[in-house]
């Protein structure tokens, strides 16, 4: 774990960490097409905040949680897979419009129980 990546979460989110995962690899956002830039970083959850710092180069993804749509699992995202289950955040952007970003993580199973919206989870 690149301690100085999870190091800024944790300062970011203070005492509120519910996860985190240091070694996170970052799949990208939807919205922002196939050719970005992906890589390693911090993932972590607060009761109102996803964040992710990626490492090199510097960039911090911040999702509302109040803003997630569905939580879930995907074998590919953006046409790249590593043949594992990737973590899906599907939620919506500051203008309405739904997007979605993956992540693969040591353990997606409990990111999913931990972010699903209460009207998901409500439904099952």
């Known amino acids: 774990m690149r301690t100085d990546a999870a190091r800024d979460v944790t300062a970011r ?3 509120d960490i519910q996860l985190i995962d240091g070694t996170a690899s970052f799949f990208g ?3 922002s097409g196939p050719w970005q830039i992906r890589g390693n970083g911090c993932l972590a959850a607060s009761h109102d905040t996803v964040v992710f710092e990626r ?3 510097r960039e911090i993804v911040a999702i509302p949680r109040a803003r997630i749509v569905s939580v879930g699992l995907t074998n590919s995202f953006l046409g790249k897979t590593r043949f594992r289950n990737l973590l899906e955040i599907r939620f919506r952007d500051r203008a309405g419009a739904i997007d979605a970003v993956a992540w693969q993580v040591d353990d997606p ?3 999913i129980a931990a972010l699903a919206p209460a009207t998901a989870t ?3």
Do not use: E
Request: cysteine-free.
């Open 55 to 57: 490492w090199l180069p």
């Open 122 to 124: 409500a439904s099952r």
């Open 29 to 31: 956002i939807a919205s």
């Open 109 to 111: 199973f409990p990111w």
């Open 13 to 15: 989110l203070g005492d």
